[in-house]
């Protein structure tokens, strides 16, 4: 059903200026059933006193257009500076209207409103915001993707089934163990290219570390979606293919916000940008599925069970394998070189926190010891440290999801099938939800402080909707333990062989595109720990 749709859309040449048709949300079928009846009752009230759809402020078609070209006022903005333009011109709510078939988007700011739309979510919640890959997916010419299997392009049930065959390998606590082995190699060579890239004299790394931290995440998620070492981090006799899949997944990060949120007309003409954008996907795919079949050749040749988390996935479906390690590099790559960056520049900025966190490492792990299951269980404090690291740096503007129900946000009535973009991480330095919002204190996410902090501050966030660093419900990141044992391990293994510091200034030091990223110089002064 899906690919037809969107082929009797793309042929609406001339039907550039309207609202997008099409919607998958038509599919959304809600379970009520989990619902108070007299919660559903007052929804239905509200939207009956609420002001109508049309109501809502916000940009015309026109002023977005003329305000993203050459010039215009939203010319190379990043988006939370948009968002936040936008905020002061019309308040909590507004809408962005959608432009050469892109989707209309809702934004909000009120977390009251974002609580209504996860609690009438459903069973199978539709997350938009990957309308690009779905538009790549269906339009593969092999027989990869299907509208069965879609990944994390998909929607409805057909998603489910997806994400029902792929948790029991990536959402269970038992194999976590997985992930330890190929993280602590790579942090290793991590460890060995700090020490080789520092300066002999001022043991600072150069301006462009973020590439490294890049090449850190890249090579743990690749160790585990792919099941081999690339050794990209090493710079040198590293995977002929390491390198080549590493540009390519820039390609696709510039890409998402050039041709999803930027104006762009390639659903109707194929742009340069999108061209790029098809053939980087051509070729992330290809050397994916080639470490795909690696793997079931192996597990063929030694007729037991797999023991990675790649081969694990090639025993449920060699097509369920291949799809999912293209997402978990696509979710997993550059998502965790920004919040990795961000927690370093907590750590380098803050001497007594990171003296801190080095005591708590060096009594539960040791300084050369392994990183095993049992002596990672207890270290409250590196967990709470990253909490507050995503807190200070989160990751993304929100969460974005298409209402499940007709609803009335910020006293509007929104119709089902809108989209609509949550920016709870953007209040997350706002008092009306923390005391001290502006400073860094992990001890706010400890359970030993209910009451109150040293000086009297509450440790506690206001709104259970505030702090959602990895989504919400069903749809939430599918590879959300593979990223803490990498931060964790990351974390604790640089605090056990280096004092941090950073002599320069943090203001401004993320942009937003489509995602955040760090944008000034990590010149990061490493120092041995004696």
């Not at 990795?340 to 007594?352: F, I, K, R, V, Y």
Request: charged share 25%; with cysteine; hydrophobic share 40%.
């Amino acid at each position: 059903m899906l690919s037809n749709v969107v082929r009797r859309r793309s042929c609406k040449l001339f039907n550039i200026w309207t609202y997008k048709e099409f919607s998958t949300a038509i599919d959304i079928k809600p379970d009520l059933s989990s619902l108070e009846t007299s919660y559903v009752n007052d929804l239905q009230k509200e939207w009956q006193a609420a002001k109508p759809f049309p109501a809502v402020p916000g940009p015309t078609r026109f002023q977005m257009v003329r305000g993203f070209m050459k010039g215009g006022e939203f010319h190379d903005k990043p988006f939370d500076a948009l968002l936040r333009l936008f905020r002061e011109r019309y308040g909590d709510i507004f809408l962005m209207p959608g432009m050469f078939g892109q989707n209309t988007n809702l934004i909000t700011f009120n977390l009251k409103d974002h609580e209504k739309v996860f609690r009438t979510e459903g069973a199978y919640p539709f997350r938009p915001g990957n309308e690009l890959a779905l538009e790549y997916r269906l339009a593969r010419k092999d027989d990869l993707y299907d509208e069965d299997n879609l990944g994390v392009a998909g929607q409805g049930a057909q998603w489910n089934k997806f994400r029902h065959a792929v948790n029991p390998v990536l959402m269970q606590p038992r194999y976590t163990v997985l992930y330890i082995e190929p993280i602590a190699k790579v942090n290793e060579d991590f460890i060995q290219r700090i020490i080789q890239l520092r300066d002999p004299n001022t043991l600072e790394v150069p301006g462009n570390f973020l590439t490294e931290i890049k090449r850190l995440a890249f090579d743990s998620v690749a160790s585990i979606a792919l099941d081999k070492h690339f050794g990209l981090v090493r710079n040198d006799d590293s995977v002929p293919e390491a390198q080549e899949l590493f540009d390519n997944f820039q390609v696709f990060a510039t890409s998402m916000y050039d041709l999803g949120i930027k104006p762009s007309i390639y659903k109707y003409f194929k742009t340069p940008t999108f061209r790029r954008f098809e053939k980087s996907m051509d070729r992330i795919t290809d050397i994916c599925r080639k470490f795909v079949d690696e793997a079931l050749e192996r597990i063929e040749k030694s007729g037991g069970e797999g023991k990675s988390v790649l081969e694990k996935l090639v025993k449920i479906d060699r097509r369920i394998a291949i799809i999912m390690a293209v997402d978990m590099l696509i979710a997993g790559a550059d998502t965790t070189a920004t919040i990795m960056s961000g927690a370093l520049l907590c750590l380098a900025t803050n001497p007594e926190k990171q003296q801190k966190l080095r005591e708590e490492i060096l009594n539960n792990i040791g300084k050369k010891e392994k990183f095993t299951m049992e002596n990672m269980k207890n270290l409250p404090y590196l967990r709470a440290f990253i909490k507050e690291s995503l807190r200070i740096y989160p990751l993304f503007f929100g969460n974005l999801r298409t209402t499940g129900l007709d609803l009335c946000l910020s006293g509007y009535q929104i119709p089902k099938g809108t989209n609509v973009i949550m920016t709870s991480n953007m209040l997350l330095q706002d008092e009306a939800y923390f005391d001290r919002p502006k400073e860094f204190l992990p001890e706010r996410w400890l359970r030993s402080n209910e009451k109150e902090l040293s000086d009297g501050a509450s440790p506690k966030h206001t709104n259970p909707f505030i702090f959602l660093p990895f989504g919400f419900g069903p749809r939430s990141c599918a590879g959300k333990r593979i990223v803490d044992l990498e931060m964790e391990m990351t974390m604790a293994n640089i605090v056990r062989n280096f004092e941090m510091e950073f002599n320069y200034s943090t203001e401004n030091a993320f942009n937003t595109y489509f995602m955040n990223t760090c944008r000034i110089p990590l010149k990061f002064k490493f120092t041995d720990l004696k």
